[in-house]
């Protein structure tokens, strides 16, 4: 059965079906592309939330997929943006849209950068504390742990759940290296993980 | 079928296709198009300025997908307009080969330079990238590097090596000497900073060049501190610049006492910690460059494609547009004179255009106009010159003359009813003259008009007779010539049948002759006869035996003169002037009034009757039909009487019917008997004078009978179709 019968297309115009023939050919590219890029360099593990009276504290493990790809990166001088993100969301109609359903979010930001001169690298918090490490190993350790990170919640809120994610914030990246963050190569990002919100 | 009018989006969507619709009859430009070009020539420089960094640059990336997104509705365009126009080309439709040239030659010119200069940029941009980069470069970045981290880590380490003095110099002080220690061998190796502390974090002795009361603690180095083994690292300061801090124990020489810590800091000066900076700037600069490398050739690669791909696109598309809008006026005068051609002399739409266009479809429409009107006259004239031939066919078919054409060539062009009514024969068109000689009756006429054609003169009027099997047939025939309308001359005969006149002019012959015989014989005749019979009178006793002479003669004389008498009434009777008394009558019943008187006659002859049944009453003359009835009832007698009798006897039927012929109803009355009929040669004048095969008789008989039928307005033939192939007279009486 030819593809424009199948669709039920009228027979009228050969041009206008080989027009539509082409547009869905370039669109199942553009899917099996998108498809393709799929697939996170990070995994965030093991969340655990500690409810309090209007915040809940996070811990969880990261694990890092990409470390090689992320130390080349800063070893070559290029400064990262580190980014922890949380959000409380509750079940709404229509949650599967990103955004939907979401009552408190809240994301923490740490700049990683290596110095040459005295092989360190520092990871500075939002606050403009720098924190220098001499070992790459210690560094991972801080990125793969996220520690007492606090969400504040709406007053009695006690239902739901918590998702967390931490990435590499590409908008930080020079022009060059944020077209290759869309690919699936340097896409430096978790997907979110979920946890419920205890009672 | 219902046909809904498309929406404004997908007519939009058409024509900027460059599809059919109303508005590529336009011949100026699409508004909307010129915008639609303008967006994207906008949208290109505002793509540049985010491609080159600053604070555009994070629109980078949505700006690049918005431009595929361009760059596949301009080429969902293109294909819907390559596709469109090769359909057109393939109808064969007028103009799409000119596009067609257009569209190639245009693509050319917006390809070919477009290609060379993103073949060069191209180049251009891989070696600008790569002239960045050099194993030279790079190797100095690193000796440079090395050199200041050779700078920076003599100083570390001799700011250990400090330490490690004064931490020697500490071991077995009490804390209150440790003091004074302190500050003498901070001065003495002239260090930044100098805290001795004890293991509770308690500060024992501390020497600053600042003046703070509170010195900073290193709880970070003491964290990194491994095994009570001396540190020393290189951190920058919030304020800029490099310190040098250790961490180094200062070792107790009691057993279970704890160790004292002494922490130092010591800035690297300024110069040097400002070269060095410099050096890491570059190094970090220069691997971030090299980190870019690929990714901004891609960048830039990508911005360069999509800029070729926008503008090669939008020329193709404008060409294939300004192809179609060109081309379009010529398509509608095609099929403008393909209209004309078919006979639609429909004028085109105007276009408000001055240009060489507009001019000849202003033209083209002014022609249509006129060879409309030329069309309007000729189809009138044509017309007016059909009714005429429709007017003069009515009136060749409705008149008795008999008419033929010939064309030039001889041929038979047209012939009416009457001519084959006449001729009593089929013709056809076409015909030629010479194939009519076909050895029938009518070889006397082709014979004649062939001899007039052979020897031309202005026209010709004869009289001839042809022979029929029933008589002669009289006709005169008038020719003349013409020309028709390719100018070759034909002729046209008209022709009467005569033969009906010629024996109405013989029978008012004869009435006038019967007339004057009666008048000039009748008066005589009694006197004759009166003195005859005075002589017979007179003389015929005296002479006695001798009279027997004057006897027979006078006998004689009386007897013909008697004869006489009845021959002059006979004369008079067919020569009397028709005074008619006309009223209603049965005829049946007149038949039987008139049969009584003849059943009683011993003639030996069956006369019977069959009459028709329900036959509506004739208006006629009583006396004379009595005096047909008489004659033609007489006449068949003495045809009977001097025959062969045959072995069922003889016979006369009297037949009476009623008959259609044509618009009017007819009465038939028919005399048939069983004699010998009429000879053939008399056939066809039995109704003339003194025509009879009797011995006796006037000759008058048939010709009374038929003056009083055609009083009657009635109609009279013999033939030998009677009883057994005797004689047989039917009259038809016209009713109403």
């Known amino acids: 059965m030819r593809l424009s019968s199948a669709l039920r297309l009228p027979a009228a115009r050969s041009g206008q079906r080989l027009l539509v023939v082409i547009l869905l050919g370039l669109c199942g590219f553009f899917c099996a592309t998108g498809v393709a890029v799929a697939g996170p360099a990070f995994h965030v593990e093991r969340v655990q939330v500690i409810p309090h009276a209007d915040a809940v504290e996070i811990d969880a493990s990261v694990r890092l997929g990409k470390e090689a790809l992320l130390r080349q990166v800063l070893d070559q001088g290029q400064t990262l943006t580190w980014v922890v993100e949380a959000e409380w969301r509750e079940p709404e109609p229509f949650s599967f849209i990103p955004g939907i359903g979401v009552h408190a979010r809240r994301e923490q930001r740490w700049h990683i950068r290596y110095y040459p001169l005295t092989n360190q690298y520092a990871i500075e918090d939002q606050q403009g504390v720098l924190t220098l490490y001499a070992h790459w190993s210690e560094v991972v350790t801080k990125l793969t742990r996220v520690r007492n990170f606090v969400l504040p919640l709406a007053h009695g809120a006690a239902r739901g759940q918590v998702a967390l994610r931490v990435y590499v914030d590409s908008q930080a990246l020079p022009l060059p290296l944020r077209l290759r963050s869309l690919l699936d190569h340097w896409k430096l990002e978790s997907s979110w993980t979920v946890a419920p919100l205890p009672r | 079928m219902d046909r809904r009018p498309p929406s404004p989006l997908k007519n939009w969507l058409r024509a900027l296709g460059a599809g059919t619709t109303e508005e590529q009859l336009r011949v100026g430009p699409r508004w909307d198009a010129v915008l639609l070009l303008l967006a994207i020539v906008a949208f290109l420089g505002i793509n540049f300025f985010t491609s080159a960094g600053g604070p555009l640059s994070h629109y980078f990336v949505p700006m690049l997908v918005i431009s595929a997104g361009i760059v596949l509705f301009l080429l969902s365009l293109v294909l819907i307009s390559v596709v469109a126009l090769l359909l057109r080309l393939r109808r064969g439709e007028v103009g799409s080969q000119l596009a067609t040239r257009l569209v190639v030659i245009i693509t050319l010119l917006s390809f070919l330079p477009a290609a060379v200069v993103f073949g060069f940029s191209w180049q251009y941009l891989n070696q600008g990238v790569d002239s960045w980069f050099s194993s030279a470069v790079q190797s100095a970045l690193d000796q440079a590097l090395n050199v200041a981290k050779a700078g920076v880590d003599r100083y570390r380490n001799s700011t250990l090596l400090a330490a490690e003095s004064i931490a020697q110099a500490l071991v077995g002080e009490s804390d209150s000497s440790a003091v004074i220690t302190v500050i003498a061998l901070r001065d003495q190796y002239r260090l930044s900073s100098v805290t001795l502390f004890s293991s509770d974090n308690r500060i024992i002795a501390t020497s600053s060049d600042n003046l703070s009361l509170a010195p900073r603690l290193p709880r970070q180095e003491i964290l990194a501190m491994e095994e009570g083994h001396p540190t020393a690292a290189i951190e920058p300061e919030p304020k800029g610049g490099l310190l040098v801090k250790v961490l180094i124990p200062v070792l107790s020489p009691h057993l279970g006492e704890s160790n004292r810590m002494l922490y130092v ?287 027979r003669a006078t006998r004689t004389i009386i007897h013909q003169v008697d004869a006489l008498k009845v021959m002059v009434d006979a004369f008079s009777e067919y020569a009397r002037q028709p005074q008619l008394e006309l009223r209603p009558l049965d005829l049946n019943t007149l038949i039987l009034d008139v049969l009584d008187l003849y059943r009683g006659q011993e003639s030996g002859v069956e006369i019977r009757a069959e009459l028709g049944a329900g036959l509506p009453p004739l208006r006629a003359d009583v006396h004379r039909l009595r005096q047909i009835l008489n004659n033609l009832l007489r006449n068949a007698l003495d045809a009977l009487q001097g025959g062969v009798e045959s072995s069922d006897g003889k016979h006369i039927l009297i037949r009476t019917r009623l008959t259609d012929a044509g618009p009017t109803k007819m009465l038939e009355l028919s005399v048939l008997d069983d004699g010998p009929g009429f000879p053939v040669e008399l056939l066809a004048r039995v109704f003339e004078p003194y025509v009879s095969s009797k011995v006796k008789g006037s000759g008058l008989g048939l010709a009374i009978v038929r003056r009083i039928v055609e009083e009657h307005g009635g109609q009279i033939i013999a033939d030998n179709q009677g009883l057994q192939g005797g004689a047989r007279i039917v009259i038809d009486f016209p009713l109403g």
């Open chain 2, 265 to 551: 800091e010591q800035p690297i000066p300024e110069q040097l910690t400002r070269a060095a900076e410099a050096v890491q700037v570059a190094y970090t600069r220069y691997h971030q460059l090299m980190l870019m490398r690929e990714p901004m050739k891609t960048a830039f690669q990508l911005s360069l494609a999509v800029a070729l791909l926008l503008a090669v696109l939008s020329a193709v598309w404008m060409g294939l547009h300004l192809a179609r809008r060109l081309t379009a006026p010529i398509a509608r005068l095609a099929a403008g004179t393909q209209a004309v051609a078919r006979g639609e002399f429909i004028p085109l739409q105007t276009v408000a255009s001055h240009d060489e266009l507009g001019v000849l479809i202003h033209s083209f429409n002014n022609m249509t106009r006129q060879l409309a009107r030329a069309k309007q006259q000729a189809a009138a004239a044509q017309e007016q010159a059909e009714q005429r031939r429709l007017y003069l066919e009515t009136v060749l078919g409705q008149i008795s003359s008999g008419i033929l054409t010939f064309d030039g060539e001889n041929h038979l062009a047209e012939v009416n009813a009457a001519a084959t009514h006449i001729l009593q024969e089929d013709l056809f068109r076409g015909s030629a003259l010479d194939d009519l000689y076909d050895g029938t009756a009518l070889e006397p006429l082709w014979k004649l008009v062939a001899d007039w054609v052979e020897h031309p003169r202005n026209g010709m009027q004869r009289e001839l007779q042809i022979e029929r099997p029933d008589g002669p047939q009289t006709m005169i025939v008038h020719g003349a010539h013409f020309a028709d309308d390719a100018g070759s001359r034909g002729f046209v005969l008209v022709f009467d049948d005569i033969s009906t006149l010629v024996a109405a002019q013989r029978s008012a012959a004869w009435s006038e002759v019967a007339r004057r015989l009666a008048h000039e014989i009748k008066n005589p005749l009694t006197p004759i006869q009166l003195s005859a019979e005075r002589l017979r009178r007179k003389y015929l006793e005296r002479l006695g035996d001798e009279g027997e002479t004057l006897d």
